[in-house]
């Protein structure tokens, strides 16, 4: 960097690529991968996502990690956001469920209910 229009050009494609994740329009996946979550196995469930998502090909699918979501004792929490849609957070998730809530609720619109955080509070 030698002058402030290098600067300001590291500035703007800076703003570009956040404005990029703002405008985002597919379904939005996004794991819990604090500490807790990772300790309760967070990772293979993230991995398990990218890989089904990759396997089918869905384009318009990003899988993204977080820190901490608020509720360890419900981890791996998984939150998915679509569009037209109000934001769906499943709990206890393992990799072996994955592929369901990929068939029904990411391709399909329907979200498992019997994972979400509303099952386990009955």
Same mark, same amino acid.
């Given at each position: 960097m030698k002058s402030l229009a290098d600067l300001e050009? /590291?500035?703007?494609?800076? =703003?570009? !690529?956040?404005? =990029?994740?703002?405008?985002?329009e597919g379904t939005r996946i996004v794991v819990g991968m604090a500490t807790?979550? /990772?300790?309760?196995?967070?990772?293979?469930?993230?991995?398990?996502?990218?890989?089904? /998502?990759? !396997?089918?090909? =869905? =384009?318009n699918v990003t899988v993204a990690q977080t820190g901490c979501i608020g509720m360890c004792r419900l981890e791996p929490i998984v939150e998915i956001t679509a569009p037209g849609q109000e934001k769906v957070t499943y709990v206890h998730m393992t990799p072996e469920k994955v592929a369901r809530v990929v068939a029904e609720h990411v391709v399909n619109g329907t979200p498992v209910a019997e994972y979400t955080i509303g099952a386990q509070d009955k």
């Open positions: 050009a /590291i500035r703007q494609k800076t =703003l570009d !690529k956040v404005n =990029l994740r703002r405008e985002h807790c979550g /990772i300790a309760a196995g967070a990772r293979p469930v993230m991995l398990a996502f990218m890989d089904e /998502i990759n !396997k089918r090909g =869905l =384009l």
